[in-house]
């Protein structure tokens, strides 16, 4: 593929708005190939942007069958234009919002494929995907799930934070808060990296739900993408994000945050906070100092696109305001503070429990590295649990 300008291209359809830009199903009109076509809008110069595209090319460069593959990236001033394999059942968060809470099944293959995707981006390109969550997992109809969206520039990532704050306000809070105890923030300490995350999470754009050790100061590691499988793999199995808090989730496909709305209304209600959650263990648990979770949609971590926001605009919906910086504040505060979430007890089995278990240890060091994670029994029976992939992606 030869992939140069805009003109090759034909749009066919929007598949949905994330922080950096939209995604567009696409047809490149010389070849005939259908592409998903992301666009992002960068803020960088001319040379950081050629850096950028060729970092891309390692895209080029992986062939695992848990991985997107990639057509190549082209610059069309001012976006960054990245070309992928087009995958037709969409990310599991449109599937679990389209058809509620996936067969356990389900999840237990999202989880193969997730570590399967992790250990090849790892291993083969020493790569850290950084952003796990549902709309970075994608199904097709040969029923195949596949990882998008890794980390996979590190100058995009950077050029992306600089179009809206200037300065890596993240690279502050690493430098400047050496991680206290594992579950327990000091003041003042806890604070200012709290403020400072919550204000990148709102500031930046790549970003999504924090782990425990990155609002604590500590480097991000492989293990850090294991915390978020966890967090998503509830989040699949029980059709909400485990984090409820007192915003709203927002319209499918469209990531913005709306702090004085309620709910869909096709959503459960939000789980109670703390022991009454059916996300929280009823007693202290395993870990020690587990940790959980607590307010807010997943969706509220993100910038709302432009459109969103002229939306909100029109309906008189503050966006910025302390509501929202208050909640996020809360939520770091509990990702910290709280047991992790866990599985509804004793619905999924125990072999699920545990795997999730150990996925949400919040301490990184007592976290399981991909490679240990394969020896638990619920990734060894998810290979062989019997369910036809092909069939059930049929199903919608
Ligand atoms: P986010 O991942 O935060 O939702 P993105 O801009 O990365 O934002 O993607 C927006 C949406 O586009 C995703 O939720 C997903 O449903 C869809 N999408 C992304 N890549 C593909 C692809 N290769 N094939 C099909 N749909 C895709
Ligand atoms: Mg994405």
Redesign the pocket.
Known sequence: FDLKNDTDFTILQE?????????M?VQHVPTGTVM?K?IVLIDAKPAERKKIVLELQIMHDCDSQYI?SSYGAYLAEPNICIC?????K??F??IYKRIGAIDIRVVGKVAVAVLEGLRYLYDVHRIIHRDI?P??I?CNSSGDIKL??FGVSGELVNSIANTFVGTSIYMSVRLSSPSPSPSYLSFPYSLASLILVCYSTLTRSLCSLPQPERIQGATYSVKSDIWSLGITLIELSVGQFPFSGSFSDSED?D?DSDLEHDRDSDMPPPPPPKDSSPFTPSSPHSSGNGGDATPNPRDSL?IPSSAARRRRRSKGVSLHGGGMMMSIIELMHQIVNEPSPRLPQGKFGREADEFVNACLEKEVERRGTPRELFDYAWISNSRENGMDMKAWAATF
């Open positions: 598949l949905g708005q994330g922080n950096g830009g939209s995604v199903k998903a992301k997107v992928m394999e087009f995958m037709d969409g990310s968060d449109g969550k709309s970075n994608l998008c969206d496909n990531n993100q």
